[in-house]
Structure formats: C-alpha cells, structure tokens
Nanobody, 130 residues
C-alpha cells in the first residue's frame, strides 16, 4: 500500500516561489501516473500538473509556464516547483497517484481517473498574498 505525504507548503508573496514535495512510501511500481491537485474554499478540486512512467507531463492551462512537475524515483519523491505565484494559486495542494497505468492524455482525463482509483495525500496549504 503506497502512502503519500506532502510537504513544502507555506505563505509567500505574489511573484515568489515554493517547491512542494510528495514522499511516496512503498512505491515499487513501474507503471504510474502521479501528480498534483488543488482545492480552495468554495471551488471544485482542479488538476494542476502530472507526470507518468514514460515521462509524459500534463499541466493545467495557465500553469505550464510557471510550474514544473518532476519525479525522483531514487527518492520516491514527487515535486512541484511553483514560480511567479499569484494569489489565485492559493489552495490546499494534494498529491495523488494512480499505480495501475500511465497517465491518460489531458488533465481532465487524469482527474477523472484519479478521482476513482487514486491514492491521495493529506494536502499542504499554499497561501499567496498580494
């Protein structure tokens, strides 16, 4: 059973940067889709960035130029480097993993599948002030 633990959230001013980490214990799978979601009060959960075992990446519109998702398999740790943060990026960020297949194409398809079969972390708060 894989467990996901996020860290790295915090408070930052607009224009600043944060790097989120997601440590995956027990990650021995060779096929996977992993990534980040976020949810702010009163809004639906949205997919942010994803990566899979063949190196495919997917990003939410408006984040590709500012965010970078990466995975260090040696450390079993997923990262989300977030630059030029904006107040609209404030949310609880969740790490999630689907260990049964590579990512389907597009963030919407990934979200749909993760919602059903994904393993989730507990979340880490990101607050961006203007």
């Amino acid at each position: 059973q894989v467990q996901l633990v996020e860290s790295g959230g915090g408070s930052v001013q607009a224009g600043g940067s944060l790097r989120l980490s997601c440590r995956a214990s027990g990650l021995t799978y060779n096929v996977y889709c992993m990534g980040w979601f976020r949810q702010s009060p009163g809004k639906e959960r949205e997919g942010v960035a994803f990566i899979d075992d063949v190196g495919y990446t997917a990003y939410r519109d408006g984040t590709r130029s500012r965010f970078t998702v990466s995975l260090d398999r040696a450390k079993n740790t997923l990262y989300l480097q977030m630059n030029r943060l904006q107040p609209a990026d404030s949310a609880v960020y969740y790490c999630a993993a689907d260990l049964s297949q590579s990512c389907p194409l597009g963030t919407y398809s990934i979200m749909s599948r993760m919602t059903v079969v994904g393993t989730w972390g507990q979340g880490t708060q990101v607050t961006v002030s203007s």
